[in-house]
């Protein structure tokens, strides 16, 4: 049965949130387990503190050798100008051993992200995020029309082709709602199955 990892940065828990809402999803489908890690945090401790980061987060520390055990990786990053935290692309970097030797080739990668608003770049951040997923020869699932959640017009809602989003507003305040959680839910189960049908 498939093994996911859903692999994280998170700098106030927004992402955190998220890829607990992923791992959820995953442990949905019969069989399949998640495991929650975090990459490490590359900013001080004490200039973390004072800028307000969350610095309670449970999941352990992931080592880039960990990635090859699995039959599925889903990365979860916030977007710094348009791209992905230094913190995940800095761990993302050190992954040349595993490209050298086609240890992630085959199996299955997501991505999930978050940003201040609505436009802030989720979507370049996801593509970043696969760019480097399909160059390890990754099979990619995104988050398909098929979950209807991110079609709302009734509300302000993240979520895109390429994968899960959460929007922060400008000052960090607006945790995930229950439709952005429903779609990393959704794309943790697409996941899973797509693992599911590949290495069950």
């Known amino acids: 049965m498939p093994k996911i990892l859903v692999l994280y940065h998170s700098t106030y828990g927004h992402i955190e949130a998220m890829a607990r809402a992923v791992a959820q999803g995953v442990r ?3 069989g399949a387990t998640a495991d929650i890690k975090r990459v490490p945090e590359l900013v001080p401790e004490e200039l973390a503190r004072q800028s307000g980061y969350k610095l309670d987060q449970a999941a352990p520390i992931a080592a880039v050798d960990d990635l090859a055990g699995y039959d599925a990786i889903i990365v979860g990053a916030g977007t710094r100008y348009g791209t992905a935290a230094s913190q995940m692309r800095n761990f993302l970097d050190q992954t040349g051993g595993l490209w050298a030797r086609g240890a992630l080739v085959g199996k299955v990668g ?3 992200s978050s940003t201040a608003t609505q436009h802030g770049g989720q979507e370049t951040t996801l593509i970043g995020l696969i760019q480097t997923l399909l160059h390890h020869g990754m099979v990619v699932a995104g988050l398909p029309y098929a979950w209807a959640g991110q ?13 899960a989003t959460t929007i922060t507003g400008g000052d960090g305040s607006r945790m995930p709602s229950d439709n952005e959680l429903e779609g990393a839910r959704w794309q943790g189960r697409y996941v899973a199955e797509t693992a599911k049908k590949l290495f069950g």
């Not at 079609?151 to 994968?163: A, H, K, L, N, V």
């Open 151 to 163: 079609q709302r017009m009734d509300e302000i809602t993240g979520g895109s082709p390429y994968g």
């Open 28 to 30: 949905e489908v019969e």
């Open 110 to 112: 997501s991505a999930f």
